[in-house]
């Protein structure tokens, strides 16, 4: 079974987040309904009468009303994109504020710098996404009964909500699609290699991936992938602490191709991390991770050009699986190792976590969103518990197959003595966000300058290199003051090699 990136907060718990009145214009009322040329060809209209079908085939009236429904929301966002483009005309970005003709980010000027593009890229979202939650919550709550929403909530998974574009040229100012992006090089060879010597195991990569990644830059993400010189260390033979590691400044692991591990995010609710409230990259709000640029491997992009998984790394499962002669979901799948130095599986291991010779099963995570309202005010972004925030979801022992840190113990193929492995779910937290065992300081970011330069930070990569000093109180130990939230630094120069056997 695939994962699938809205797997975890249904979209009945995902909608309620009563943010936006749906298609509120202001004082004047609604907007104005979209002609019905545009909206017979709409995807979204397309994938939604075919999700309700039976109930829309006998009621012309409801077909009637989910067309005008479509159709007002799709103005509103052609509305909110009009303004956009006017306020990048004429703000930040735009002819008569900084980055205008002639200035980096303006129409006509320079390219703009990955942090322009970035902004200017979440202002659009901040504007778009919490209509598209309030059109999709009142459409859910207009259906008659429970197995209308069931079909709606499945078909949500797969709709792409993002406004289609506007901009032949892209967003004024450096915003995705826009003049400022050009076509990415070539990427150079993929280059990862593997050793185990007097108990330590080393990885080094280039952190070019072995499969086919997304079109970077492209909506959501506006940097280009280039290699990075990793190198990473860990115990050949880890120890399970008593109590878990959070990660904090630390990545998670590296794939089994010298691709990094890291689930989590810097972005935060008001912008401002001291509000304890971070951004999740696979959520409700990001639109399956579009948001965020997430491909089809669950990864994006770094201002620095690092290519980095948030969750299942789909496209070397396949590749893994096509070495193997199997199916996905037909063998117990190592991934890669994280940074205490434990194995990282797909989440398809066996039912028996004792027994080699038990069927495999599906595992799931035992976190849960939470019950009732997030506090509001001061105090928080309100709203019912969804998924949009890392800090929406609670540890409920029991309640799935694995502990708070994604994983358990038991036998694996590469392991038939048992060990402590971690798994990536299909929903939260999907890679781990703590290690059961003590994690490497090679694995730590921090906010020293790549040592080739560019727009991304750099890490060490360095054995004995600890996390360093603590953050400031609005900074993410790993980000630098010019750094978008969610970036990653680069790492220190380390020799490359075959791919991984």
Known sequence: MKHQKLAAPILSAILLTGSVAFAQAGPGGPPPAAEPADIAKDPVLSALKDALKDALAPNSEQLKSLEERVGKWRAEQRKVLEEFRKEMRGGAGGPTGPGGPGVPGGPGGERPSPELRAANEKKLAAKIDPLNAAFMKELRESLADDAQRAKLDEAAKKLDLAPPRMFPGGLPGGGPGGRAQTPAAPLPPHMAKIELKDGVRTITSNGIPD?????????????????????????????????????????????????????????????????????????????????????????????????????????????????????????????????????????????????????????HSSWRLKKGERPGGDAGPGGAYDGTYTQDFEYVAGSGDLDECN???????????????????????????????????????????????????????????????????????????????????????????????
Not at 265 to 275: I, L
Not at 313 to 329: H, R, S, T, W
Request: glycine fraction near 14%; charge should be neutral; proline fraction near 13%.
């Open 407 to 501: 994983g358990r113990m038991g036998v694996t193929p590469e392991f038939p003595q048992g060990t402590y492995y971690y798994v990536i779910t299909g929903e939260f937290p999907f890679i781990s966000r703590s290690f059961r065992g003590t994690p490497d300081k090679s694995f730590s970011k921090n906010d020293h300058p790549n040592p080739g330069g560019g727009a991304g930070g750099g890490g060490r990569g360095a054995r004995g290199r600890g996390a360093g000093p603590g953050p400031r109180p609005d900074q993410r130990p790993d980000q630098r003051p010019d750094q978008r939230p969610d970036q990653q630094p680069g790492q220190q120069p380390g020799p490359g090699g075959p791919p991984p056997q």
């Open 211 to 363: 499969h086919k990644p997304g079109q970077f830059p492209g909506r959501g993400n506006p940097n280009a992938i280039s290699a990075q010189s990793y190198t990473f260390h860990m115990p050949e033979h880890p120890k399970v602490n008593a109590e878990p590691t959070p990660h904090r400044g630390l990545l998670a692991g590296v794939a089994l191709n010298g691709i990094v591990l890291d689930p989590g995010t810097a972005e935060a609710w008001k912008n401002d991390p001291r509000t304890g409230w971070r951004q999740e990259a696979i959520s409700p709000m990001t639109i399956a991770g579009a948001k965020m640029g997430l491909d089809a491997s669950n990864a994006h992009v770094q201002p620095n050009g690092a290519y980095h998984y948030h969750a299942a790394p789909e496209g070397l499962i396949e590749l893994l699986c096509k070495a193997k002669g199997v199916k996905d979901g037909e063998v117990m799948l190592l991934i890669g190792w994280s940074s205490d130095g434990f194995p990282i599986y797909d989440h398809h291991c066996y039912s028996k976590a004792d027994d080699a010779k038990s069927p495999l099963k599906e595992l």
